[in-house]
């Protein structure tokens, strides 16, 4: 069987992460200042990867950033600048909440894929990064590739991540997760958001039955769900006493992000966004093992645009 789009794509990240830290110091003017109060939009994947930024721009304490659904959108809210984030460059709600805040007088980023599309006009500044655009219906390269940039614009060095996501490709993925029945993937700070992305990809590339919650939340109630054959898989440090809860309830844990002498799985800590190239696998995994095209997400498409 030839590789799937998404399995071609998915394998490109690390070029594209270099390629995008390499970006950052040229797109820096376009891109939230240091202090300015920001709010990044964005649906789907895009909102999630609105919410990682978020929590690392203002952790990082390059200043207060909220992360919105573009559908949902406080107007009414006082930011400094709104960031967009959008793809394909067409999603309506983007695009609505991007020409009200405008003409609200708020300064409008967008970060997309696509020069040729509605987002040019819809946004005072635009970052492309066309070299990380996709012929998949699901995102995965150019959702972590714009992470990427904005990571590198808050100063990381993502040449570790780079490494990382070249470890995630080659790694096998363990049969027990592969034939898994569900999963729920944690989270904390920046990496709630990559949970929330793992958990959608999970859903549209493969029709997967997966949950998110940040990680602190996982035993007010999510833990209910998890059992011999379900995963419960969480990026980034375990909170303490986890890893017992999840072995207690009989589930299998997965965390490859965190230390191994932090309850890690692991044999070295991977980065985080690392750690979402192998869910991104593992969703293509499942879908071919299903007889399903990953390319071809059943009731999906690129993008949402409403009449
Ligand atoms: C956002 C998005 C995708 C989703 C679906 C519909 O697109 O919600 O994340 O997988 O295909 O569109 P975009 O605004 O980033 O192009």
């Given at each position: 069987m030839p590789a799937s789009r998404t399995t071609i794509e998915t394998a490109s990240q690390p070029e594209c992460w270099q390629r995008a830290a390499d970006l950052a110091p040229a797109e820096a003017g376009k891109l939230p200042r240091d202090g300015e109060r920001v709010a990044v939009i964005g649906c789907g994947t895009s909102w999630f990867m609105a919410q990682s930024y978020?929590?690392?721009?203002?952790?990082?304490?390059?200043?207060?950033?909220?992360?919105?659904?573009?559908?949902?959108?406080?107007?009414?809210?006082a930011y400094d600048r709104v960031l967009a984030i959008t793809r394909s460059g067409t999603t309506t709600e983007v695009l609505r909440a991007s020409e009200r805040l405008r003409t609200a007088?708020?300064?409008?980023?967008?970060?997309?894929?696509?020069?040729?599309?509605?987002?040019?006009?819809?946004?005072?500044?635009?970052?492309?990064?066309?070299?990380?655009?996709?012929?998949?219906?699901?995102?995965?390269?150019?959702?972590?590739?714009?992470?990427?940039?904005?990571?590198?614009?808050?100063?990381?060095?993502?040449?570790?991540?780079?490494?990382?996501?070249?470890?995630?490709?080659?790694?096998?993925?363990?049969?027990?997760?592969?034939?898994?029945?569900?999963?729920?993937?944690?989270?904390?700070?920046w990496t709630y958001g990559l949970a929330q992305e793992a958990a959608l990809k999970m859903r549209e590339a493969a029709g997967a039955w997966t949950e998110s919650y940040p990680a602190m939340e996982y035993r007010h109630g999510p833990i209910s769900i998890t059992g011999p054959g379900r995963v419960t898989w969480a990026f980034g440090p375990l909170p303490e006493g986890l890893a017992a809860d999840v072995a207690g309830v009989g589930g299998r844990l997965e965390a490859g992000s965190a230390a191994p002498a932090d309850g890690g799985t692991g044999t070295a800590a991977l980065d985080p966004l690392a750690d979402l190239v192998r869910v991104q696998r593992l969703a293509v995994a499942i879908a071919e093992n299903k007889g399903y095209d990953p390319d071809r997400p059943r009731n999906l498409t690129r993008s949402v645009v409403l009449s």
């Open positions: 978020a929590a690392l721009r203002e952790s990082g304490g390059h200043g207060e950033t909220d992360a919105f659904a573009a559908s949902e959108f406080p107007f009414g809210r007088g708020v300064p409008v980023t967008a970060i997309t894929a696509d020069p040729r599309t509605p987002v040019m006009e819809h946004a005072d500044e635009v970052v492309v990064l066309d070299f990380a655009d996709e012929e998949s219906v699901v995102q995965t390269r150019f959702a972590t590739t714009a992470l990427a940039l904005l990571r590198a614009h808050l100063g990381q060095d993502l040449t570790a991540a780079v490494a990382d996501t070249r470890t995630a490709l080659a790694q096998e993925l363990p049969a027990e997760i592969v034939g898994a029945e569900q999963f729920t993937f944690l989270g904390t700070g």
